[in-house]
């Protein structure tokens, strides 16, 4: 055993060389390799009573239980988030569908749709007693059009404008407000209508449906709307659908809508993809009134760039690491594999070197010797050996330093030749030693 343990010794001394060459290697893996993913994000949603800001909670539920932060940050709206994407404020913004279509190929570089997460219906909620067929006919009315920069207020002047009303001239009685403060308002009987989105089952439009001093307008002729904005879908919405008790709507109805759309901008890091897509669809993977269940996320719209990892997602779902490992080991692990294999591709040939050097290594503290035996040959060949017993003294010595080389036991074999030929070329020196005096002796005279 104790041999055993002096062989493995022997080896590891020999090979010490390798230490720093992988220690080289793992530190080029470690500095070329992506730095890890952040663990936090912030995503701009709108207002508190907003859809928007009720998927954020979600979301950030969700991803808590990765350990992942997301910071959710209230804004104007769906035009303000875009805005606040561009600027760099966020790393994500909910953002509807067609806010894209305001900006040129320039400022939309940069921006990626991760995809749709629901839709957004508009709802135009009006005094019971009021009645109209057509929105041009509100101009003499009060009404709510949404605040600025709110996606709102987006879709309502893209709605007037098909409908010939004047966008820039407003009607007098017209107010540039939305959310909590137009509901407050059409309910204090200050407003006669309101426009507002958002989906279905939102704390604000389920209360307004609940209100019987109001009811919903069924602003019908999608198909015509579609065909004017094609980023506003058209939605089916069934008697009952909104209040099933109070029977909200009274019957069938129709109305259009944007969709709301998570995009990222250069700051965001595409490897965290996966892990928001995968959030996003837990939390909606049972639906809601109008969005049927696993209906979202889906891919975003052709006008946004598309991420690789986003597409790999719908078409593949998460990455294979990522469904049996948490995320953040998942992430390190995926880094670290696609420049370890390169590594393993520079290792593989190096370990195959230990061998046959760790063998040149041993042997020549062996075969090194031989060459003082093979010069002492060349000289007994020569005739040139002038003073025999002065290699003799120094083979004597050699002798005595070979006993203290220490070779592993499958060599031994080697070293013990090595004494074999020491000792003989000792009795060649010794032959030509005494032969050298008896010559010596002969050419002597005796004394008289």
């Known amino acids: 055993m104790r041999r055993i343990f002096n062989d493995i010794r022997i080896f590891v001394l020999a ?7 992988v220690a080289g290697l793992v530190w080029a893996l470690f500095y070329f390799v992506a730095p890890p993913p952040p663990m936090q994000a912030r995503l701009a949603t709108g ?12 979301l950030q539920a969700e991803l808590a239980k990765e350990g992942f932060t997301l910071e959710l940050v209230n804004s104007k709206g769906s035009v303000d988030n875009l805005a606040r994407l561009r600027a760099g404020e966020v790393e994500l913004a909910l953002v509807q569908s067609g806010q894209e279509l305001g900006l040129d190929a320039d400022a939309r570089a940069g921006l990626y ?14 005094r019971k007693d009021l009645r109209f067929s057509r929105l041009a006919e509100l101009t003499e009315r009060r009404v709510a059009v949404g605040s600025p920069d709110s996606g709102t207020r987006s ?13 820039h001239n407003l009607p007098t009685g017209w107010q540039e407000y939305g959310g909590s403060r137009a509901a407050r308002e059409l309910q204090a009987g200050n407003l006669d209508a309101a426009f507002f989105i958002g989906p279905a089952e939102n704390g604000l439009v389920q209360r307004l449906a609940a209100d019987p001093a109001l009811r919903l307008h069924n602003l019908g002729r999608g198909a015509a709307y579609h065909a004017r904005l094609p980023y506003l879908n058209r939605v089916a919405v069934g008697e009952g659908l909104i209040n099933l008790e109070l029977n909200v709507p009274a019957r069938d109805m129709e109305t259009i809508g944007p969709l709301a759309t998570l995009v990222a901008n250069e700051d965001f890091h595409p ?3 996966p892990l928001i897509l995968a959030a996003a669809r837990e939390v909606l993977k049972d639906g809601n009134l109008l969005d049927a269940p696993g209906q979202f996320p889906a891919p975003a719209s052709s006008n946004f760039a598309s991420l690789d990892e986003a597409e790999y997602f719908y078409s593949k779902g998460l990455p294979i690491l990522q469904r049996y490992l948490p995320f953040r080991i998942a992430s390190l692990a995926d880094r670290y594999i696609i420049l370890g294999i390169p590594l393993l591709v520079l290792l593989i040939p190096l370990f195959k070197v230990i061998g046959p050097l760790y063998r040149w290594q041993i042997r020549s ?4 010797w031989y060459k003082h035996l093979r010069e002492i040959d060349r000289q007994l060949y020569l005739g040139k050996l002038k003073d025999p017993q002065k290699e003799i003294d120094h083979l004597i010595a050699l002798g005595l330093e070979l006993a203290r ?23 060649r020196l010794e032959f030509l030693r005494d032969k050298q005096e008896a010559e010596k002796a002969a050419q002597t005279p005796t004394p008289a």
């Not at 749709?113 to 508009?122: A, I, R, T």
């Not at 080697?414 to 000792?423: A, G």
């Open 15 to 21: 090979n010490l060389w390798i230490v720093p060459v």
């Open 365 to 368: 503290r062996i075969y090194r």
């Open 113 to 126: 749709g991760l995809g749709v997460m629901f839709q957004e219906p508009v709802w135009l909620f009006v």
């Open 155 to 167: 879709v309502t002047d893209a709605l007037l404008g098909a409908n010939g009303i004047d966008l």
């Open 405 to 427: 080389i220490e070779v592993p036991l499958s060599y031994s074999g080697e070293l013990y030749d090595l004494h074999v030929h020491v000792r003989y070329m000792i009795k």
């Open 271 to 273: 490897s965290l993809t």
């Open 47 to 58: 207002g508190p009573s907003g859809g928007y800001h009720a998927l954020g909670l979600r």
